[in-house]
């Protein structure tokens, strides 16, 4: 009996608790719902992601125009191109080459991606990959050369990277960008993650849109093509 009684109060209590998560449309409702669901997001599902995508940030709001290409993912490749081959051409890669990149019409500011571990021995030219310029925030932006160097005796060392935002006209450099970002070696244990998929197209406004107004005047607003 003493078992039974226990029972129907923890189905009381789970019915009590169902009612105010999904049914109850009461103020009280609302807030109990709005805080199981953070607790829910920062406290479990966030975690467990992190833990089978193997990075710390699987879910990435793109906060900048660097990778932004005309039309986003409405984009024509081939006139974006013709406004854009001269650099990565400087860069000796062709057309053809870039075609088979993923994320080829970029992504834009609000995107939100899916990132996985970045695994510095399987990273190739073209990838994406979020990395920790030192700033702020992260910076996201597509690999065009992968170097490993060569220690002080001759031995070969660590990888490092450099990338380019698709955006953006050259290599981000301490003397060209006002967060002094640097991406012209980026060290192993710089890698956050690799982008795999864009997850919703300009979702992420919901979030960046309450932050617009601490961005210098240039960086607010939606992204034009340079």
């Given at each position: 009996?003493?078992?039974?009684?226990?029972?129907?109060?923890?189905?009381?209590?789970?019915?009590?608790?169902?009612?105010?998560l999904w049914k109850?449309?009461?103020?009280?409702?609302?807030?109990?719902?709005?805080?199981?669901?953070?607790?829910?997001?920062?406290?479990?599902?966030?975690?467990?992601?992190?833990?089978v995508t193997g990075?710390?940030?699987?879910?990435?709001?793109?906060?900048?125009?660097?990778?932004?290409?005309?039309?986003?993912?409405?984009?024509?490749?081939?006139?974006?191109?013709?406004?854009h081959d001269e650099?990565?051409?400087?860069?000796?890669?062709?057309?053809?080459?870039?075609?088979?990149?993923?994320?080829?019409?970029?992504?834009?500011?609000?995107?939100?991606?899916?990132?996985?571990?970045?695994?510095?021995?399987?990273?190739?030219?073209?990838?994406?990959?979020?990395?920790?310029?030192?700033?702020?925030?992260?910076?996201?932006?597509?690999?065009?050369?992968?170097?490993?160097?060569?220690?002080?005796?001759?031995?070969?060392?660590?990888?490092?990277?450099?990338?380019?935002?698709?955006?953006?006209?050259?290599?981000?450099?301490?003397?060209?960008?006002?967060?002094?970002?640097?991406?012209?070696?980026?060290?192993?244990?710089?890698?956050?993650?690799?982008?795999?998929?864009?997850?919703?197209?300009?979702?992420?406004?919901?979030?960046?849109?309450?932050?617009?107004?601490?961005?210098?005047?240039?960086?607010?607003?939606?992204?034009?093509?340079?």
């Amino acid at each position: 009996m003493k078992k039974s009684g226990e029972e129907n109060k923890i189905k009381r209590y789970w019915k009590k608790f169902w009612y105010l998560l999904w049914k109850d449309d009461s103020l009280k409702g609302w807030l109990f719902s709005l805080i199981f669901l953070f607790v829910f997001v920062k406290f479990i599902f966030f975690p467990v992601l992190s833990l089978v995508t193997g990075t710390s940030l699987p879910l990435a709001i793109v906060e900048s125009c660097s990778m932004h290409h005309q039309g986003n993912v409405f984009s024509v490749f081939d006139n974006w191109w013709e406004r854009h081959d001269e650099k990565y051409n400087n860069l000796k890669i062709d057309k053809g080459e870039f075609e088979k990149f993923q994320f080829k019409r970029g992504f834009s500011k609000g995107d939100i991606l899916f990132l996985v571990k970045a695994n510095p021995e399987k990273l190739k030219i073209g990838d994406i990959i979020l990395f920790d310029s030192g700033g702020k925030t992260p910076v996201i932006h597509r690999i065009i050369k992968i170097e490993r160097k060569v220690d002080g005796q001759g031995n070969l060392g660590v990888l490092t990277f450099t990338t380019i935002g698709d955006n953006n006209n050259a290599v981000l450099t301490p003397n060209n960008n006002p967060a002094g970002v640097d991406e012209r070696e980026i060290k192993e244990e710089q890698l956050v993650g690799k982008a795999v998929f864009r997850i919703a197209p300009s979702l992420g406004w919901v979030k960046l849109i309450f932050f617009e107004h601490l961005r210098v005047p240039e960086e607010r607003g939606f992204c034009r093509e340079n």
